[in-house]
Every structure is written in structure tokens, then in C-alpha cells.
């Protein structure tokens, strides 16, 4: 996915009124994992850093959500 379909699936979740909050932080956290998991040790180090920006993108969603675990997400991949 591009930056630009993260960011777009990202605001799509942010805004479903029915969801609880929890549930909108599980399906960001699921995006994050399924996209990590494609990963491997033949992934080259543009698609390791682009994946790291696109991460980003869920991570600040999350902070929309639970500025808390948001913060924490963000500071964790700072590191």
C-alpha cells in the first residue's frame, strides 16, 4: 500500500461512529501487523524505511484515538 491508501484507510477507521475506540486502535494495530508480516530478510532497506513512515501514519491514528499508547508507539520507533 502507498502512503496515500494508509492514510486514506486510516482516516476511514478514525471516522466509523460505531466503532469503540478500542476497536478503532485493533483495526490499525491488525493493518500494522498484516504489513509487517509481508516482511522478511529479502525485504530491501527502502522497503524497510518506507514501511517504517507508513507505520507512522497508523501510529498517529492510534494517537487520535489513545493519545497515551500513541505517544508511546511513536517514541518506541523514535528509538
Not at 6 to 15: M, N, P, R, V
Not at 25 to 46: C, F, N, P, R, Y
Request: glycine fraction near 4%; proline fraction near 1%; aromatic fraction near 8%.
Amino acid at each position: 500500500m502507498s502512503d496515500m491508501e494508509i492514510q486514506e484507510f486510516t482516516d476511514k477507521i478514525l471516522s466509523y461512529k460505531t466503532y469503540s475506540d478500542k476497536r478503532k486502535v485493533d483495526a490499525l494495530l491488525e493493518q500494522l501487523a498484516a504489513m509487517w508480516a509481508h516482511t522478511g530478510t529479502d525485504s530491501t532497506k527502502s522497503e524497510i524505511k518506507d514501511l517504517r513512515k507508513q507505520s507512522r501514519i497508523l501510529y498517529r491514528g492510534i494517537k487520535q484515538v489513545d493519545p497515551d499508547f500513541g505517544d508511546q508507539l511513536l517514541r518506541t520507533q523514535d528509538k
